[in-house]
C-alpha cells in the first residue's frame, strides 16, 4: 500500500503562481510513475503532468505545457508541481496519483494509477 497526501492548494488571484506538494509513504519501493490530475466541477479527472520514478521523463496536459512544471525528490518521496501563469480555468480539486507498473513515459490516464491522495483545492479568481 502507498499513502499519499498533496498540500499546497489554496486561492490565488489568475497570473499567480503555486506550488503544490505531495509526499508518499508505505511501499514507495514499488512507485514506478507518478503524476498530478485535476478534477473540476462537472468535468472528468485529467492528468495535468506525470513522472517517471524509472528515467525522470515527464509527459504534461498541452493545456498545461510551459506554465506548470512537475518534478521529483527521490530521497524524500516528494513530488511537485509548480504552477505559474495560473488561469480561471485551472481551478480545481488536485490529486496526486502512484502507479506500481513500469511504463515510460508515464501514462496519463487515470485508470493506470494505483494509489490516490485526497486532493488540494486549487481556486483561481480573475
Known amino acids: 500500500q502507498v499513502l499519499l497526501s498533496e498540500s499546497g492548494g489554496r486561492e490565488v488571484q489568475a497570473g499567480g503562481s503555486l506550488r503544490l506538494s505531495c509526499v508518499a509513504s508505505?511501499?514507495?519501493?514499488?512507485?514506478?510513475?507518478m503524476g498530478w490530475f485535476r478534477e473540476a466541477a462537472g468535468k472528468e479527472r485529467e492528468c495535468v503532468a506525470a513522472?517517471?520514478?524509472?528515467?525522470?521523463?515527464?509527459a504534461y496536459a498541452n493545456s498545461v505545457e510551459g506554465r506548470f512544471t512537475v518534478s521529483r525528490d527521490n530521497p524524500e518521496k516528494r513530488l511537485y508541481l509548480q504552477m505559474n501563469s495560473l488561469r480561471p480555468e485551472d481551478s480545481a480539486t488536485y490529486y496526486c496519483?502512484?502507479?506500481?507498473?513500469?511504463?515510460?513515459?508515464?501514462?496519463?490516464?487515470?485508470?493506470?494509477?494505483?494509489?490516490w491522495g485526497q486532493g488540494t483545492q486549487v481556486a483561481v479568481s480573475s
Open positions: 496519483a502512484a502507479m506500481s507498473t513500469p511504463r515510460v513515459p508515464p501514462p496519463r490516464l487515470p485508470r493506470l494509477y494505483q494509489y
Open positions: 513522472i517517471s520514478w524509472i528515467d525522470n521523463s515527464t
Open positions: 508505505g511501499r514507495t519501493r514499488s512507485v514506478y510513475n
